[in-house]
């Protein structure tokens, strides 16, 4: 089940630590995401319905842009209590995004139009800048591939980037458990579930479980549908900053 994240935050600087922290964002897709109720234990199904994910694909290809709050929880099997931290994102699709822990932002990512990413550090005043060239050469960046060509819009392209283990009713919602397929460069990451309202065809939470143990769940819990988003919103004011580019 998922208990109310008491909103917190560590600081975390680099490309690497900052992807972790977006992927489960990143991976979700550009669909809507409401409030959700908390989930039981998944309920084992003898074959994959794969309706559910068919239903969810086709409504994401109506956002344009989005907004939406989150609660996340880090799992660390190096760290004895789960890492948690509420936050914002603000998507345009193949084109721009923006993510911030915290009220006012302790940490602030930015994908700008033109390619570069920015994360910002505000309690230490330091930013970093990875040029599109510097995120290729990372595997890390694999997280913003959505981010560049958009969601996929039928089955068939979905299944050419996922796996799809399992899917299995629980309540008002089908949880979806998937891992990245053969070739896609996502050696990080082991599998992923995430849950689908059955009803509105939206996502409410979403789970990565990564090679080294660790695992990050993320729940949404409001959002709007293609909002217009300021442009200013992805062009970060770093006046003050101490920054480093690569």
Not at 68 to 93: C, M
Not at 147 to 171: C, M, T, Y
Request: hydrophobic letters at 40%.
């Amino acid at each position: 089940m998922h208990p109310l994240l008491k909103p917190s935050f560590r600081a975390v600087s680099g490309l690497k630590p900052a992807l972790m922290l977006l992927s489960s964002v990143l991976l979700a897709g550009l669909a809507a995401w409401p409030a959700m109720a908390a989930p039981r234990e998944e309920v084992a199904a003898a074959a994959p319905d794969l309706a559910p994910v068919k239903a969810w694909i086709a409504k994401s290809t109506t956002i344009r842009t989005l907004v939406a709050d989150f609660k996340q929880q880090r799992n660390l099997k190096t760290v004895r209590k789960p890492l948690e931290s509420t936050g914002r994102v603000w998507i345009k699709v193949g084109g721009a995004f923006r993510w911030q822990v915290g009220d006012p932002p302790k940490l602030t990512a930015v994908l700008s139009p033109q390619g570069e990413f920015t994360v910002m550090n505000h309690a230490k005043k330091a930013a970093e800048i990875f040029s599109p060239e510097a995120l290729e050469k990372d595997q890390a960046s694999q997280a913003l591939t959505f981010l560049r060509v958009g969601f996929p819009s039928s089955l068939e392209a979905f299944q050419r980037k996922f796996d799809i283990i399992q899917v299995s009713p629980d309540g008002d919602w089908d949880r979806v458990e998937m891992k990245p397929a053969a070739g896609t460069g996502s050696s990080g990451v082991v599998k992923m579930g995430m849950y689908l309202h059955r009803g509105r065809h939206t996502l409410g939470s979403m789970q990565v479980y990564l090679r080294d143990g660790s695992w990050i769940d993320t729940v949404f819990t409001s959002t709007q549908e293609n909002p217009d988003i300021p442009t200013a919103l992805f062009q970060p004011d770093l006046t003050g900053y101490s920054v480093r580019r690569k």
